[in-house]
């Protein structure tokens, strides 16, 4: 599949650790990459170095088969960009900065401005000063979207939305992946890259750290259970157990005990797939309270990453 950015070992280095470190990512036609990580790893960097906005010390970048620094302007007319931090213009009503844009890119499609206008229900006859975050945000959206680009590159796209907001955001991403859009989805935020990405890159410290399909999150064949016994010699018995078990049965190796609460009576237990029906023969003979599996899901596979961290600025 023909591939629209390549990030080819992307270094640019600020000193003290800050930059980016020999970054690499592919994102092919017709996919949605999520770009995840918080604050501050190196998303934004990246995502100007793609934009052409800046010169990177080593490596290479391409967009369009094309070296995204040099041919920048040939680049623009074909990308919708989304910056994390929207600046707008003084003294302009919105509608005269929608005008503005139009002429820049010399496509005026009233059509697709009023479809957008609609769905983000945005009315933008006032001036840029006066908006709101959120209705500079939509208004940033609307002039990335209205000219229809082939490839969307998207900076904490719904920073600044509200919940409803965001939704239609996501939903929207949704239906351009549908007619074949392009895009690059640079986040923080776990709901909107889990709902609308194909593959994900995980970025810490300016390092690529994970790179995986979503559906290895979503199908994971490792499943985790919460057991809660009646009683506390059975919850004991069970943890005492399991390490000889795993040790002498072959169908127990893949089950593990991640944690143990004595007040609730509560083990956490990991079990793969395969070993799900060993898991409940060899519960059946103690007296379970409940017995109940908690999903695994893409913040869970994040934190692995930061666990040690005390600071590291994620929403939920």
Request: glycine share 6%.
């Amino acid at each position: 599949m023909e591939e629209i950015i390549v990030v080819d070992k992307l270094t640019q280095d600020y000193g003290h650790g800050r930059g980016v470190f020999d970054v690499s990512f592919s994102v092919k036609k017709g996919e949605v990459f999520g770009f995840l990580g918080p604050n501050g790893a190196g998303k934004s960097t990246t995502i100007r170095h793609i934009m052409g906005f800046s010169k990177a010390q080593k490596g290479e970048i391409k967009v369009f088969g094309m070296e995204a620094f040099s041919s920048y302007y040939k680049i623009l007319d074909r990308v919708g960009y989304l910056p994390g931090e929207i600046a707008l213009p003084d003294g302009l009503t919105g509608w005269e900065f929608i005008r503005m844009m139009w002429s820049l890119r010399n496509v005026e499609n009233k059509e697709r401005l009023e479809y957008l206008l609609s769905i983000f229900k945005l009315d933008p006859s006032g001036e840029t000063k006066k908006m709101s975050l959120g209705d500079k945000r939509k208004l940033a959206i609307v002039t990335a979207f209205m000219h229809d680009p082939e490839l969307l590159v998207l900076d904490e796209p719904t920073s600044g939305l509200d919940p409803v907001m965001q939704q239609t955001f996501i939903d929207f991403v949704k239906e351009e992946k549908k007619r074949g859009k392009t895009i690059l989805l640079s986040s923080h935020m776990f709901n909107e890259v889990e709902a609308t990405c194909d593959r994900i890159a995980i970025i810490k410290d300016g390092y690529i750290v994970s790179e995986f399909d979503t559906s290895d999150i979503t199908h994971n064949e490792n499943k985790t259970f919460k057991v809660t016994f009646k009683n506390l010699k059975d919850l004991e018995e069970v943890e005492s157990s399991l390490p000889k078990l795993r040790k002498n049965a072959i169908n127990i190796k893949r089950i593990s005990v991640k944690s143990v609460d004595k007040d609730k009576k509560t083990l956490t237990i990991a079990v793969n797939d395969k070993d799900i029906n060993s898991l409940i023969d060899m519960l059946s003979s103690f007296s379970i309270e409940s017995y109940q599996q908690e999903k695994f899901t893409l913040e869970d596979y994040f934190m692995g990453f930061y666990k040690e961290d005390k600071k590291f600025g994620i929403e939920v």
